[in-house]
């Protein structure tokens, strides 16, 4: 049995599990989330989303293929923080999967969002590091992969974002591993490079995202999703964001995700449920939870405005910021002149 799940690990650590790196704040939206701003859970999908965000931690618990009639236990947790520094913010990560007594998988991410000084435009950038260990039984003492050492550190992936806001629109654009490890053992295999867009638009209580992802391995894979999702402002400092989301891809890659939210000032708690649609093995439905704490407060109140008036004022603040470059220019070249006349 051991060596069958194995071989199921095998699989989970080169295909399937990039899917497992969420929360449940992204799961709800199917991570259809490339596009997200203000979000700590960017640091794992988009690190140009977290340019905005000032201080914030988050844990998170993810009940995986709960059906398995061999009491086989899967860990999946998560623990990420994300603090603004250096006109940016920074986010550290750690998620932690494995099979109970068996093997045990750390990732470990370090990312970093800014935005342009006076555009609409973010970068990103993230690192990604991987520890994997085995427990080694009297099963695999006598395996080749493991004769020399049952723990593997593997260089680590580099990836990078870019966020655009445009009115109510925003696109995202990833590339992730561009900098690939090779995390085989004793074998070349690398982390498969992979592209990802995503759009959203968000008027007063609506929001809808679309991605769409392309992984560049031996098949090339991929998957392309929506989301929805509605604000109901309960008080003033209480908000129920209930969402949907599908996800299709290769390999039969259907998803149903559902979820719900609720924000106050300091803290946040998601849930989320998601099911497959085409697959005939049943290894249970999972769910996640997530609880985040910002360590300064954030106004749960929004001002609705109809998108006429967000148009006038949107173009009012375009306006304002090109008479700001003006004075500033006109400043600059005042300055020079008295020091040519001096």
Request: proline content about 4%.
């Amino acid at each position: 049995m051991k060596i069958f799940l194995l071989l199921i690990i095998f699989m989970v650590r080169y295909q399937l599990y990039p899917q497992l790196i969420s929360s449940a704040e992204s799961d709800r939206l199917g991570k259809n989330v490339f596009c997200e701003d203000g979000k700590s859970y960017m640091l794992f999908f988009n690190p140009a989303g977290l340019y905005n965000i000032k201080s914030e931690i988050n844990i998170d618990y993810h009940s995986l293929y709960p059906g398995l009639t061999d009491k086989t236990e899967f860990v999946n947790n998560t623990v990420y923080y994300v603090h603004n520094i250096l006109g940016g913010g920074i986010g550290f990560g750690v998620n932690w999967f494995g099979v109970k007594n068996l093997y045990e998988n750390h990732n470990m991410f370090v990312s970093y969002g800014r935005r342009l000084k006076n555009r609409n435009l973010s970068l990103g950038v993230k690192l990604r590091f991987l520890y994997e260990s085995y427990k080694i039984d009297d099963n695999l003492r006598d395996n080749p992969v493991f004769k020399q050492t049952d723990k593997w550190f593997f260089p680590p992936a580099l990836s990078f974002g870019m966020l655009y806001k445009y009115k109510l629109h925003k696109f995202g654009i990833v590339i992730d591993n561009i900098i690939s490890p090779n995390i085989g053992f004793y074998t070349e295999e690398y982390l498969p490079r992979e592209i990802k867009f995503g759009y959203g638009y968000e008027f007063n209580s609506i929001k809808i995202l679309i991605s769409f992802e392309q992984k560049f391995n031996v098949v090339q894979d991929y998957n392309i999703g929506g989301a929805i999702e509605y604000k109901f402002l309960v008080t003033k400092w209480l908000k129920i964001v209930p969402s949907t989301s599908l996800v299709f891809g290769s390999r039969n890659y259907d998803m149903l995700y559902l979820g719900l939210s609720f924000y106050t000032p300091r803290i946040n708690v998601s849930l989320s449920y998601n099911t497959p649609l085409s697959t005939k093995i049943d290894v249970g439905n999972t769910y996640r939870i997530s609880i985040g704490y910002k360590f300064y407060p954030e106004e749960i109140l929004e001002e609705k405005v109809s998108k006429k008036e967000y148009d006038e004022l949107y173009e009012e603040r375009n306006r304002l910021v090109k008479e700001i470059e003006e004075l500033k220019k006109k400043l600059k070249q005042k300055k020079l002149l008295n020091r040519n006349h001096s």
